[in-house]
Structure formats: C-alpha cells, structure tokens
C-alpha cells in the first residue's frame, strides 16, 4: 500500500465531505434580496439584505496574485470606480476538483465574504469571528461556509476568507521572498483587512477572533506562532488542527522545514519543466495553473524557518513563545474514522491477517507498529472502528489535549470534544461501518455548508444552538458560559452531545494518549 497513493485517494473523498453539502455557490434565492450599500477604503461594494442578516461577498482584499504577483506577498486591493457587486461570492482559489464542482484555476482569488446581523452597524459594533477553511492546504472556500445562523444567532460578524493553496500557495525557492508561506501571508492580508474596514459592516476592529478548522485550525496555531500576526486578532478558535501535529503522522496538518519545502519546490519545477531554466522563477510563472495542479503533490503544508513563521508552532507552542490570547479549542471523538472508512473502501481491508501491514504503511519503525498492533488489537469484525482510533487518537485527540495543555500554562482556555455519533453524514454512500463523530462532523452544527442546511434532528439543532452560543460568546467575551448554557468549566473538556452536555475528565485515557505520548 502506497502512502502517497493512499492519501492521495482519501484527499479526494474527503473533499467530498463539503461536496455533497453543497458547491461554493450559495443555492439561487426565490425572490432577489434587497441591495444593502456601504463604503469601503477602496470603493463602494452593494451586498444583499436578508431576513436578519446581510451579506458581501466577494470582496478583494489582496491583488490579483498573477504575472509577477504569483509567488509575491499580498499587495493591497487596488480601489474600484463605482459600486461593486456584493451578492455573489468571487472564485476560490486554484485546485483540483473536489469541494468546488470541477475545481479552479482562477488566481484571482483572494477575497473575502462577509455576514453581518441586523442592527450592526459603526453606532453598536459587534465582535468579528475571522474564519480560515480547511481542505489540506490544497482545497476548499470561504464561500463554502454559510454563516447567517452564526451571525444572525450570535449578533457577530462574521469573515470568510480565501487564501493561497497547495503550489500556488506554498511553494518554497531559494531566493524566493515569502517561501512556503504565501497562503498564511495571505491570511495575515485579510486580517489586516479586517482591522481597517470591518467598522464600516458593523464589527469591532478591537474585538477580532481567528478561528479556523483542520488546516484552517493549524493556519491559527501558525498565526498565533508568528510574530507579524501578532496584532491582528484578540482571540482564537481551532477545531480538529492541532498545534503539535507532525508531518510523519499524515492525517492532521503540519508544517515542514524550510529546507523540505524547498526540495518539494523543486520536484515541481522539475515536473513541470522548469528544473534546468537560466530563471527557474520566471519559467514556473508562465506555467498555466492546471498543469502545476497536476505536478503538486497531494499533501501542502507551510514551510517554517521563514520571516513569516520563525519556528514550527509545535516548539513555539511548547517554549511559551505564541500570541497570548484566550483559545477555545477541541476535536471530534472519532477524527480517523473518515479516512479509515476511504482506505478501507479503496480496496484495503482492515483484518487480523492484515492489520499489521497496515499500521506498518504508516508507522514504518518496526517497534512503533509492533507496540500499537498489541495497544490496539483488531478482532474479526472491529478492524474498521480500530484503524480510525489508531488514526484519530494519534492524530487528532492526543495532540489535541497536549496542545491545550500547553496553551493553558500561559493563557485561558476552553476545550471540548464533539460527540454526536449520529452525527449526519458529510458524504454520500454507506460506510463500511458507522462513523460516529468524524473529521468534520461538526462543520454543519455551526455553518450551512455550500448554503444548505444539513438535516438535524430537534436534539441536533438544540445542540447546534448551545454551540453557536458557545463560539459566538467567547468571540464577544473571551468566556463561551453564559446563563442560557450548560456551563464549561476551563479544567474539564466538555463533550458536546445532543441534550447531553457534560464536562469530562476522561478524554485523555479514552483515546490512550499515555500510550502514544509514551511512543513517541
């Protein structure tokens, strides 16, 4: 089984997760809602007013990244005459098909979506949640994210961000400013955007949270480890991305070293014909979008050692050295599960007989695979639940609980683990087994993915109300209690179940996190 053929297929199904909920275009309204007009630094956008809730969407905040700007730092929007369309999210940024139906290769991408609620406005600001998507580095859309329940519910703004990916945003070169980081440079962008004009759409420049999921989740660990962050958000939110991931374990997000982006940076030159060019720069700038899409690799990750990210934002996190702001952070019970139900589908079957071979593809030192086959036994029907666990506790859950652990040394903090394991599928088709609360799962409780609402049962969308109120409290007060919530207490980690919201001591032994901070 080949690691990079196996994680190349699960990249595509997992893709599917917002697929199927829906494309990057919000589903076409039955009567046109009414313009809602403001003013911005660069020129006036007209957005749409709804039923308590407003949005722009498709709003530049950077240039263009083409011609010379493809691998440069953002530049500034350039303002606009007259009053732009707002109703209607812009292109997502370069990648192969999978959330967006039939993929992109429009590099002009880097915009933002924005949800305001009724009533905000510069008189009353409200606070502003900053949301960086997920997809692996490689993949998804701030458009992707229906915020009106977050807004509307809340009373926050909310920001949908677009950012450079796979290739196109982290490519690394030798001599080339902003290797390996040109998609958190672009984060930082709109951030930067945030603080000068969300004032004029009812948010509080002063009271901004960056909060993102998988590697939107890992891009807030990056910002809170990188010092040209540092004053562009007040708090944070990461779901299901670790701050102590590692790129040896392949399923939750990472960063590399400078030195391995850059021998990534040239395998694509190589791949794509640039190897030898007098200008290996100017030769990959004439590459068209899609064939560089074909040369990259499945798996993205930001390079550190940079000027953007000094150090890899485990150690950062570790040595104390980080943005210190209040975090809610947490995962789902079983994060493994979806990959584990992909490569079992992909033709490799989880048995007794074969267990050992499959742990070995991804722990490769013989001890490691040998100590985690006795940990985590597979008996004749349970190989599917055992491998998610193996992935999920390794993955996710552990580093996870040690990332808050850290974190709580220094600032406040407040996890919990989603839980619903009737959680409603993110993909179409049966599993080979059920997936309980996946990689993602989540997702719907808080978004309309792709603008459609997941089916929830009475319980679910209770539970869904009491998370929004937990997100959206935190952004305003830096506390997620409140008098209409069960409470969360800092020292616990609240499981989030449908009528069943409870602080739990037990997270750490239920995903055998002594076994594998033990392993190493």
Known sequence: ??????LATLGCALAAVLTTAGSATPPTQPDRP??????????????AAHDGYRTFEGIPYAEPPVGSLRWAPP???????????????????????????GGSTDEDCLHLNITTPDGAGPAHPRPVIVW???GGFTAGAGSSYDAHRMAARGDVVVVTVNYRLGALGFLAHSGLPGSGTFGLADQQAALRWVRTEIGAFGGDAHNVTLAGESA????????????????????????SGPCTGRPDRPFAPSSVPLSTARAT????????????????????????????LGAQDADQQPAFGTPLLPGDPAAAIAAGRFRRVPVLIGNNHDEGNGWAAGIIQAGNPVTPGTWPDVVSAFFPSPGQAKAIVRAYPVHRTDGGPV????IGDANFACPTARTGGLLAAQVPVWRYEFADEHAPPLAPGTPPFPLG???AAELPYLFDLGGRPRDLTPAQHRLADTMIDYWTRFAGTADPNGPSSPPWPRQTVLSLVPDHIVPTRTTMSRHHCAFWNTLG
């Open 1 to 6: 089984m080949s690691m990079h053929r196996v």
């Open 34 to 47: 009414a313009a809602s007009t403001l003013r911005t630094h660069a020129g006036v956008v007209r957005g």
């Open 75 to 101: 530049r500034p929007a350039a303002p606009w005459p007259g009053v732009r369309d707002a109703t209607r999210p812009a292109s997502a940024c370069p990648q192969p098909a999978g959330e967006v139906p």
């Open 132 to 134: 960086l998507h997920g």
């Open 216 to 239: 939107g989740g890992y891009s807030v660990c990056a910002q809170l480890a990188s010092p040209a962050a540092a004053a562009l958000f007040d708090r944070a939110i990461i779901e």
């Open 265 to 292: 940076g040239a395998d694509l030159a190589a791949k794509v014909g640039c190897g030898s060019a007098r200008d290996v720069m100017a030769c990959l700038r004439r590459v068209d979008v899609s064939r560089l």
């Open 387 to 390: 491998f998610g666990a193996v």
């Open 437 to 439: 609360a996946p990689h």
